[in-house]
């Protein structure tokens, strides 16, 4: 009884895409809600006010990054999706675990904000790195054990997409590990290394096409 | 005129799915804004930090829960739309039902973790299970009556969904009830429940396959 | 130079529909976030938080008022949508009016929790009943007047849509004008309205089939 | 390994367009939650109530402001969108840093309302109309380097799309600059650049027809 009530579940791809396309929108655009301004009883200027949003330097640096590491593993999951012709009950749950991941972003980044200096509240951030690239790792390797992946898909494309997040994520991890010499250190080269997925390969292709 | 009106009414079951999967994706992601994390004055250390994180245990417990009622809610409400061929008024609005008892699972979920203990809160959430459940019911009942479901859908399939569902709420009802013992014990049963319906079947299919 | 910008412009009328199901679902949403629930420290017992949740009454009362209200107004656009088949920028912007007002919709419904008795609050309720409404008829004119309406829409249909929403728009006024006997009558008749359109047609429909 | 991953990437515009489309609803619903009302305490009568209400004006006038400003953007984004027939890696990017700047339209909005006499808030608000402006330009000139716009898109509208972000960029910048007269000039001068793009020429082309 299981089992057919299993095999006829999940099987639209299009309402997993919707689904997971709307909590990537509200959680990029939640991010916002975190991000505290001065009141206007506590300013008395034009200079002022600058300086006070200045002073929420970390919190501007954890919003940036938690944007791009949102934008990253939603333009990693629709590649997947683009390339996975049928849907399965256990597909639809390894991707309703990644969104599960994807929904504590706000919260790990208000955590990071407020405690910037702290290597338990940068492990925790990294943590919440690790764990959408696991369950992205998981997915394409179910859809390919279980021939979910379209016939038309390139033998290369196949191997690229887990070479891709077993690359990224060493990469995060090594700037995590970084925290121990200073959480800024670990930052800088999360970003680093985020903006080289999201943008400098860009230039790279640009320029000599 | 009514009648005219009511009859053009409703019919755009895309629609529906669109505002199901937005109300889904909202309720999953707001869930996350009332998980409180201590502020930077309260700390003074990396092991107060984790120490105070780790104090906050209730809610992580009834964050979690509340994602998988969610997704198993969401996961039977897409299997029943993938057999529904046709829409109508009525069943619009018994769906909107079904949402509204699901936007509710973020208050309740706040509810819970706030009172743990308590089985007032409990049977408050296991009522927000009940809900939704009782509108699925009644929009497969409801869409088998008045023809609206898709010719091709094999008879047992017809039954098996009906099924599944006074089955899991039976489940639902049993470990809600156990709330007479302790509401721990409650909450263990549902969650146990749950994990059968979105994650058990699937290693034992996987298994001998 | 304007005009071939603007012919060109709002021709999608799948990404309008896409933006009011996503706005609808946050509006749903949200009205939930100003559901204030008593904290652990004011209750001493499991009686006493069922009481608490009881005085709360007018902030239930606004609420499913609220759901109902967005309901109606989510279906009355999505049966006009269903019949147009061009957009076009102006078009848009009235969609854009209409979702305006619907965005408001979770601030009046906390202005009239917070103040249910007062006739004041409840003005500025109906009149955000009222400006959907009037968006609503207005779309619909407009579609008619430009020939957006899909040409296979019965002349029946065509007069249906605005007269449902002019005789619906009457009863809301007179329910609100009752408020000068008391806000509770007011409400009730708003609230028994909808649920005419929501639901008892539906009954009638069905008992007679 | 990269070029293979990024050109498999970002092929679905679909997916782009609803992740837009639920940004936009998230942060047109959410400008709702930064309005203030009174609270009952606060309030002894009708009256008191409509002057507490009207007291709030800088917050409505900011409320306003952004929801045309947003509801400019997502036209002018979907009208490009509507045009180009594929997508890429770097196209995606450019419409994830678009996203970005509109995800911030809430903050300078809140941050508009609280200091709206002050021209650095101004200034950061008109940064905020500046950055999407940027982007969309930006998005159009990729795309028409890249052949990435459908190829029967007259060369007029190629044309048109730019200038219509190069002379709004310039009004809105000049109504800035006059924040040194007064920042509700500013706004003013803001506020009917705006509505002339979204209802003067509606009317306009309305009135000859």
Redesign the interface.
């Known amino acids: ?6 095999r ?5 791809l299009d ?1 997993l ?3 997971s ?13 975190d ?1 505290h ?1 001065p ?2 009883a506590q ?1 008395h200027g ?1 200079r002022e ?2 300086l006070a ?1 200045a002073a929420l330097g970390p919190q501007w640096v954890a919003y940036g990054l938690s ?1 791009l590491t949102l ?1 990253i593993f ?3 999951q ?2 997947q999706l ?2 996975i012709g049928e849907g399965s ?2 597909l ?2 390894i991707h ?1 675990g990644f ?2 991941a994807i ?2 972003m ?2 790990s980044t ?2 990071l904000a ?2 910037i200096t ?4 940068l492990a ?1 951030y990294w943590l919440n790195i690790f764990a959408p690239g696991v369950m992205l790792y998981w997915s394409w390797t179910h859809a390919t054990h279980h021939n979910l992946i379209k016939p038309d898909t390139p033998q ?2 196949r191997g ?2 887990c ?2 997040v077993l690359i990224a994520q060493s990469l995060y991890a090594a700037g995590a590990a970084l925290c121990f010499l200073s959480t800024y250190v670990s930052i800088t080269v999360i970003v680093l290394v985020q903006l080289n997925y ?2 400098a ?2 230039f ?3 320029n000599p096409a």
Chains 1, 2, 3, 4 share one sequence.
Request: aromatic share 10%.
């Open positions: 009884m299981h089992s057919l009530y299993n006829i579940q999940g099987r639209n309402r895409a919707a689904l396309d709307g909590i990537f929108a509200v959680a990029m655009t939640l991010l916002v809600l991000l301004i009141t206007a300013i034009e006010l600058l949003l944007f934008g939603w333009a990693g629709q590649t683009n390339h009950r256990d639809t749950w309703l969104l599960f929904t504590l706000p919260l208000r955590l407020e405690f702290y290597r338990a509240a925790i290369e494309i690229s997409i070479r891709r999201a943008i390969p860009s790279r292709r640009t």
